[in-house]
């Protein structure tokens, strides 16, 4: 199998019930996380991907490390990161 994978940037947007506080929701994310805030006694509804919003990633942005790696016969033959292999 031959293929590339990419990796992106992509929003996620949670629901929350019209009667969340959700000043008081932002604070306890500030403090303590995100995972603390989705859940169903605190408003959580859902959670939707925007994938409108999909942007590709550069090694910058990922801490130097790759964002494209190309595979043949499902080898990584060529990544762009900072320690990127040769290509073959």
């Known amino acids: ?8 940037t992509v929003w996620n947007r949670l629901t929350f019930s019209e009667d969340t506080d959700m000043t008081a929701l932002a604070k306890e994310i500030e403090q303590s996380g995100l995972d603390e805030a989705i859940d ?5 509804i859902e959670s939707e991907t925007l994938y409108d919003t999909e942007e590709q990633l ?4 990922n801490g130097k490390a790759s964002t494209i790696e190309v595979y043949q ?16």
């Not at 499902?74 to 990127?84: F, H, M, R, S």
């Open 1 to 8: 199998m031959n293929y590339i994978d990419v990796k992106v």
């Open 40 to 44: 169903d006694a605190k408003g959580f």
């Open 58 to 61: 550069t090694p910058d942005d």
């Open 73 to 88: 016969n499902k080898e990584l033959i060529w990544e762009n990161g900072e320690n990127a292999l040769q290509q073959h």
